[in-house]
C-alpha cells in the first residue's frame, strides 16, 4: 500500500471530533505521542492526533451501539451486528490503488467472494449520530503469510522479557507461529525452552533462557508500550538486517480488551518486511512497543494472489497480558 501523510490528510475529516467523545486513556496517550515528537513536522503536525481521535472515537461509539449500518450485500450483511466477530473489523486508510480512496470501517469478507473483490470494495456506510460524522465501510479480502517457520532461527526476538510468575525467570518474546514448544534451537547456538504462549489466536510466545549478564541486567529498563495506534503512526520495526520503517494504515480495536484471549489485537502497516522477520519489535520512533511483526497480508481474487499487500502485527501489550510476562530493553 503506498502511504504518504498527504493521503491521510485528505481522507480524514477536516475537523477532530470532540475531545469528550474520545476515551480519557486515548487522550493522555496522545499527549505523549505529541510530546514525544510523533507527530508530522509543519503542517501535518495533528493529522496523527486527528486519526487517532476518530478511530478511538468510532470504536467507542461501536461499543456503546451508537451506530447505523448500511451495508450492501447479503455477505457484509451477515457482518453488520459485528457479532463474535467483533474484534475482526477495523478502522483506518483504504489501499487506493486495490480499493478506493478513504479512511473507515473495514471487515474482512466471507470466503468465496463473488463477484471479484474490486467490483465491490464498497460495502455500504457507518454513521455514528453522536458524533455528527459518516465513514465509508469496505470489504477486504486478503490471505495471510507468516514470516517465520517453527523455529526461532527462522525469525527473530523482540525484548528480553521476565516472568511475572516467577521473577527469577527470564527470556525473551517472539512470534507465536515462531516456536513448536520444547527445546528452542537460537541462533547463537544455544537453547531456549518454550515456556507459554496464547498462539492461535495471539501470535507471541515466551522462550525461556538464562536470564542476561550482571552488567547488562543492571542497564535494563521496563519497555514501555503503546495502547492506543492509528493510522498515520510512524514505526520502526527491528528486523535482523536493521530498523525499517513503517506506518500504520489500520487497526484493530484495543479500547477495554487488552487482556482478552479470545482474539488477537492486529495492526496492519503500508508494507511488509520479509521471512525471518517474525518476532521483532515494532516500536514508535520515540521508542515505545506497539507490536511484534508477524508477517504480510496479501490481497486475494478468485484466480489467486493480487499484488496488494500489508504487514501485520500482533498488539505488543496483549501479548504481555496473554504470556504474564514484563518486557524490557
Known sequence: MEYSNAYLRDVLPAESPSELAVPEPVMQEIFTLLQDGESFDGDDSFVLKRSVMWTYAAFEQMRLGNFELELGSP????????????????????????????????????????????QRALAGIIRFPRLGQSFPVIERQMVTILHAQAAPVNSHSACWARDN??????????????????????????????????????????????????????????????????AGLPVEIETPKGPQLRHVVSVFNSLGVINTTYFGIQLFFD????????????????????????????????????????????????ALHALNVSAYR
Open 165 to 230: 510468575k516467577a521473577a527469577s525467570n527470564w527470556g525473551f518474546i517472539t512470534s507465536g507461529h515462531a516456536v513448536a514448544g520444547g527445546s528452542v534451537p537460537l541462533t547463537n547456538g544455544a537453547n531456549g525452552i518454550f515456556a507459554r504462549s496464547h498462539h492461535p489466536p495471539i501470535d507471541a510466545a515466551f522462550v525461556a533462557t538464562a536470564p542476561p549478564a550482571r552488567p547488562e541486567l543492571r542497564k535494563l529498563a521496563n519497555l514501555a508500550t503503546l495502547r492506543f495506534p492509528a
Open 75 to 118: 455477505a457484509t450483511e451477515r457482518q453488520g451486528g459485528f457479532g463474535k466477530e467483533a474484534g475482526r473489523a477495523h478502522f483506518g486508510l483504504f489501499d487506493p490503488t486495490f480499493e478506493k480512496p478513504g479512511f473507515g470501517l473495514i471487515l474482512d469478507a466471507d470466503w468465496p467472494v463473488r463477484p471479484p473483490m474490486p
Open 271 to 318: 508494507n511488509s518486511c520479509q521471512p525471518g522477520d517474525s518476532g521483532s519489535l515494532v516500536r514508535t520512533l520515540a521508542g515505545d512497543a506497539a507490536a511484534l511483526y508477524s508477517g504480510e497480508l496479501r490481497g486475494a481474487a478468485l484466480n489467486g494472489l493480487t499484488n496488494q499487500i500489508l504487514g501485520i502485527g500482533q498488539h505488543f501489550e496483549q
